[in-house]
């Protein structure tokens, strides 16, 4: 396989690197952040048309003064058991441009309450449940939140957090081998996707605090190889996948299942008996993004034939495979899988051509609920995976529609 990045060109991975620094809403890591402006941002050329640009700049502010009225006075969002819910919102409003200088420290104070000496970010929920703290997955949102705030003082905490997720990955030689879970003591192995991808992207957007470690130090780092070889054990692609479920049909090939044995759309037996997990699409982009993140080229036919199964299976109006089930967190990997893999223009299923950031701008601005005074939300009715969580929701659109605007 060729890597994405060679030693030939390690300036295109600084200019790489910095792309994914200004995804994730980082303004600096060395100084004090910008200061963000919710009432009258202006609206610089983007990739989409100047009026869609304008009425996808006033949802993002509805929005983002949406979610800074939600916020509860001791600085979390939602639901204080799990601060994921709290790094969300505060990831979105960095990437919206800025900060309430209030509310963002009062978020950042919450997080920081919730850090343990492992370096991990969670809290014991009150009702126990499968996974427990949900360590990994808050963990993972919560540096990348801290890291797009920008303050010198968050590195040691980032640093710390890098080490923990680092440790959590699971390396054992099982089908789950580079993977990651909710939580690294669960005391059986298990790792997701969609759990990989988040502690994946979590190392990638903040990798450039390694550089401001001590002498002596060591650096935290994944096994990306071993990564690699976990996203192929989740894709239906017969000859990379050493899974016998992969199948190359027109419906599966290069989509992606939910863990190397199982699938959330569920499976079918083919002619011949063998069992086969279905491609859904908010898994696809998860396992695109995720390849992306582990360098792979774009040339690789694993890389290419995610791309073409997410370009076949084109729709905004529903979670393909899934129905309206995880609909939102669909469009904010959508979102950044598609930016990242650098190509605006897709060829969908019935011939036509479309631009993807302004088909997702379009369907955000539509399908916002207007308050009364005038701020906004999104919301899905159906509550899977916490969608009927609005705070949640919102969350997730606004980091899609601030990436879609490329703002």
Known sequence: MK???????????????????IAAGVHSVSG???????????TAAGPVSESLAHEGAAAAQRSAQWLLAKQNPDGYWSNKDFPALTALPLWALVKAGGT?????????????????????IW?????????????????????VALHAVGKPELVPVIQKARRFIAASQHLGDDLYRGGMGYDPDTGRPYADLSNSYISYEAMRLTENVEDLRRSGDPKADLDWKAAQ???????????SNDQPWADDSPDQKGGFAYKPDSSQAGAF???????????????TYAGLLSFIYAQTDKTDPRVASAFDWASRHWSLDENPGMGQQGLYYFYNVLSKALAL????????????????????VKKLVSVQKIEPDGTGYWVNPEGRWWEADPVLVTSYSLLALEIA???
């Not at 420290?105 to 343990?116: E, K």
């Not at 009150?126 to 990994?136: E, F």
């Not at 086969?276 to 908010?282: C, D, K, M, T």
Request: hydrophobic letters at 35%; a positive charge; one cysteine or more.
């Open 229 to 239: 070889q976990f996203i192929q054990r989740v894709q239906n692609l017969p000859g």
């Open 341 to 360: 893999y650098g190509q605006d223009i897709l060829s969908v299923q019935d011939g036509r051509t479309l631009h993807w950031r302004e088909e997702l």
């Open 123 to 143: 809290r014991e929920p009150a009702v126990r449940q499968k996974g427990g703290g949900l360590a990994n997955y808050n963990t993972a949102l919560c540096m």
């Open 405 to 407: 605007l490329q703002r």
């Open 32 to 42: 004090e952040p910008e200061p963000i402006v919710l009432q009258g941002r202006t």
């Open 100 to 120: 309430e200088t209030g509310a963002i420290g009062r978020a950042v104070q919450y997080i920081l309450s919730c850090t343990h000496d492992d370096g991990s």
């Open 269 to 283: 037996t083919n002619e011949d008996g063998t069992i086969r997990f279905r491609s859904y699409a908010s898994m």
């Open 3 to 21: 890597a994405a990045i060679e030693p030939k060109r390690k300036s295109m991975k600084k200019i790489w690197l910095a792309w994914l620094l």
